[in-house]
């Protein structure tokens, strides 16, 4: 099943399927590691909503929600 990081709730585990973003907001993805066939691990959110605090490569990454929209994922089960 396809969806974006977005809509992740805590502890859901998925692999990049895509980048939708353009320009400098898919430039600066791709340097902090998201790219196609990484896994992400939904660690939490913050109480407002945003950011998020993923684990992808072995750190932690905090992204905003507008970010987070344009990743699309696979969800493992």
């Given at each position: 099943m396809e969806k974006t990081l977005k809509?992740?709730?805590p502890s859901e585990k998925g692999t990049v399927r895509g980048i939708t973003a353009e320009g400098r907001i898919r430039r600066r993805l791709?340097?902090?590691g998201v790219t196609p066939g990484a896994e992400i691990v939904m660690?939490?959110?913050a109480p407002l909503g945003d950011p998020i605090e993923v684990t992808l490569r072995g750190y932690e990454l905090?992204?905003?929600k507008s970010e987070a929209e344009c990743i699309l994922m696979e969800v493992e089960k």
């Open positions: 809509e992740f709730v791709f340097d902090m660690k939490k959110v905090s992204l905003r």
